[in-house]
């Protein structure tokens, strides 16, 4: 897995960030004291998950309203789909995201 640094905490402490590391668009999304990062994709008809809103958990698209679980990235039920998600580090203020490696991907790392 590679880390990214995205900005320092007080960079992306608003609601929803978007951000391009690793050849992916992410939303960093600080919901309840707490970041995730999720593709910034909707893979529903690809709208632009930075512009939604959080609402109990979920990344809400500003399309169509799909949502999808802000810790798994799955959407939900019906919706037949998920979101990719990473992991987020903060060290010594900094914002990190850990983007796997296709090899990663392929040992379930
Ligand atoms: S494009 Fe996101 S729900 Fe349709």
Sequence with gaps: ???????????VLP???KVSV???KLCIVNYEGK??????RCPHAGADLSEGWCE????ICPFH??????????GNTGQNDFVPTY????????V???????????KGT
């Design 1 to 11: 897995m590679k880390w990214y640094k995205v900005g320092s905490v007080g960079e």
């Design 15 to 17: 609601p929803i960030s």
């Design 22 to 24: 690793g050849g992916k």
């Design 35 to 40: 970041l995730f990062a999720l593709s910034a």
């Design 56 to 59: 109990n958990g979920k990344l």
């Design 65 to 74: 309203r799909y949502a999808y679980d802000l810790e798994t990235g799955r």
């Design 87 to 94: 992991k987020v580090e903060i060290r010594n203020n900094e």
């Design 96 to 106: 990190y995201v850990g983007i796997p490696s296709f090899w990663d991907s392929l």
